[in-house]
């Protein structure tokens, strides 16, 4: 199993885009590509914090977009404060024993936190209070999270290929699913009665939950299928890979191609009119998913892993593998912002 971050649709250069379908373009909101780009010529100022003494694996804004979640390879999570157009750190959360590698907020509770580590535990935190609330201890090294959209489940996966599934209500591990192929990403449908996983022979799986049984077998890309997201709309879902392919006709809705390297990170703005990817790419781009076509991009120093649109505005959150400015052998743990104002 592949720790990656955020998801994708299509990866590599050279690439077109079909339009979308008037269903998914009605659902997207009506945001002319002229105008988009005008305001990220308007809003393109970068913006860096320091939080952790390692690389940040993972981040990720709250359900209201006061607070944005970080957790690095020095075994912490951060917990910032976004106000206005600076973010402030609100308290570390120390207690895992390992790196942590992967973390999701509750969908709809802004204060519930969980958080995937390779000390083989998940905990769950309450920013209210500052504190760890629950700790459900697993059999592997664990590398990827996901929260259902009803906030009654926790899936977890290691690096083993096995799926974990914590009942919230219940407080305790409901089921553990192996499987027999490597699972790169997992996810949740919108409507938390579907859950999808993508591996490394280039397939979406879809299966019932809490059933667990497969309903479909997407073969979306001929090779290594990195990462999933869902758009906005929940009516469709965006899948990145490692070769230079989009989704399979019979399911494909648009392929986006502006990276050179396999699409590590991704993240839909809040109304689908915008899709962000990155990865070993010294580039972040910035796509408008009606028509494919670039919105903008900006230069980073370093692969990216982990980005994060915020859930109301066009700001983009995100971590490179940054080396610090004094001691190029020591990670940076800083997070940055894009789309700040200019002036």
């Known amino acids: 199993m592949t720790n990656t971050g955020s ?26 590509l002229e105008e988009l780009r005008e305001y990220f010529k308007k809003n393109n100022r970068v913006k860096e914090y320091g ?9 990720d804004w709250n359900a209201d977009g006061r ?10 999570v951060c917990i910032f404060q976004m106000d206005r157009d600076k973010l402030s750190k609100e308290v570390t959360f120390k207690g895992h024993t390992d790196s942590v590698d992967q973390l999701c907020w509750h969908a709809k509770h802004p204060d519930l936190l969980a958080t995937a580590s390779g000390d083989k535990t998940v905990r769950i935190w309450d920013a209210r209070i500052q504190k760890t609330t629950e700790v459900f201890t697993t059999k592997g090294e664990n590398i990827n999270i996901t929260w259902s959209p009803d906030g009654n489940f926790i899936a977890v996966g290691n690096k083993e290929d096995l799926i974990t599934f914590i009942d919230i209500r219940a407080g305790k591990i409901r089921q553990e699913v192996p499987f027999k192929f490597e699972v790169n990403e997992i996810t949740f449908n919108p409507n938390s009665n579907l859950f999808l996983t993508t591996n490394g022979q280039g397939c979406v799986l879809v299966y019932t939950f809490p059933e667990m049984k497969l309903v479909h077998q997407v073969q979306a890309h001929p090779a290594n299928c990195i990462c999933i997201e869902f758009h906005p709309s929940g009516k469709y879902f965006a899948v990145g890979s490692a070769c230079r392919c989009g989704m399979p006709q019979n399911w494909l809705v ?60 066009n700001i983009l959150a995100f971590a490179c593998d940054d080396k610090d400015k004094y001691d190029r052998e020591r990670d940076s743990g800083t997070l940055k912002l894009f789309g700040l104002p200019s002036d």
Not at 8 to 28: A, E
């Open 7 to 32: 998801s994708s649709v299509g990866s590599s250069s050279g690439g077109t885009s079909t339009n979308f379908p008037d269903k998914l373009t009605s659902m997207i909101e009506d945001t002319d």
């Open 51 to 59: 939080g952790h003494s390692h690389k940040i694996h993972t981040l």
């Open 67 to 76: 607070r944005l979640a970080s957790g690095s390879f020095d075994k912490t």
């Open 254 to 313: 648009s392929t986006f191609t502006n990276l050179d390297w396999p699409v590590r990170a991704i993240s839909f703005n809040h109304d689908g009119s915008l899709l962000a990817s990155a990865s070993e790419d010294l580039t972040i781009d910035i796509s408008h998913v009606e028509t494919g076509e670039k919105v903008c991009d900006f230069p980073v120093e370093n692969p990216t892993f982990t980005i994060s649109f915020h859930p109301t505005r």
